[in-house]
């Protein structure tokens, strides 16, 4: 009995179950697109403004944000960074700073990067910690503090360790921007239909418009002197009724309805 009450109530229920069942799916494949599009665009825009690999720029993002360190705080951190290697000002190796570089010379911004912010963080006098901070990092030198308060151990232990599905790597980074530029050229094609459709709408619905002023102008005309059959007769002497079918012809043209169906021949009040 049990058995048999249950599949009642799976035959009566199933439908709208698996309705909801599936409004929840594409809901939260929603979302996984719209999170895995930030996530892969956000460290392609990090790279391209620091020079660090796309792969390393998503690990410095998420650990970053861990640690309440936005993006732009970091972006910003790492480029002033750059800049101050490469005007080599700023007595670097007195603070302990040690700039990696790649086989071909280059620098590696973060190798270097990493270095940089744990050794300054190691400064004990307080006063020289801020100043060697603010001559590497610039004004987001506050803003990476708390980064700056991790030993090197730990924080390669907290970037190595971000997950592997928020690493973004350079194939996943073409996929994004595929992604972006296909949905980029489908609004730009929905645009120009919009505005095709309403180029051609445009006509019809002021003639429309025009008409029902003009059957309210005549109405009113006559105020509260006349009966009923008065008002509409007076409407319909107007030219009011008469832009009205038109225009709605014009938009049967328009929207290509069939005529038959949709257009109004101007005697049909008459009749």
Do not use: C, H
């Amino acid at each position: 009995a049990g058995i048999g009450g249950m599949g009642d109530m799976l035959k009566q229920n199933a439908a709208p179950a698996a309705l909801a069942a599936g409004t929840a799916l594409v809901a939260f494949g929603v979302k996984s697109v719209q999170a895995f599009q930030d996530t892969a665009l956000a460290a392609g825009k990090f790279s391209d403004a620091t020079g660090v690999a796309v792969e390393d720029s998503s690990r410095l993002i998420e650990v970053a944000g861990d640690i309440g360190i936005s993006t732009e705080s970091m972006q910003g951190a790492v480029q002033k960074f750059n800049k101050t290697v490469a005007d080599g000002k700023a007595p670097l190796a007195d603070w302990g700073v040690e700039i990696v570089r790649a086989k071909d010379g280059t620098v590696d911004a973060y190798e270097s990067f990493i270095n940089a912010a744990t050794a300054i963080g190691k400064i004990e006098d307080p006063a020289k910690r801020a100043q060697a901070a603010q001559q590497t990092f610039g004004k987001s030198y506050g803003q990476i503090a708390e980064l700056m308060k991790l030993s090197a151990t730990d924080l390669r232990k907290k970037l190595d360790g971000v997950s592997e599905a928020k690493v973004i790597d350079e194939g996943e980074l073409g996929k994004a921007r595929s992604f972006r530029d296909a949905l980029d050229n489908l609004g730009d094609i929905v645009g120009d239909v919009a505005v095709s459709i309403g180029e051609a709408l445009v006509p019809a619905l002021t003639d429309i418009a025009e008409g029902i002023a003009d059957v309210n102008d005549a109405a009113k005309a006559l105020g509260a002197e006349g009966g009923i059959g008065d008002v509409l007769g007076a409407a319909w002497d107007s030219t009011g009724f008469k832009k009205i079918i038109d225009g709605l012809n014009e938009l049967s043209d328009a929207l290509g309805l069939n005529e038959a169906e949709w257009k109004v021949s101007p005697t049909a009040f008459d009749e």
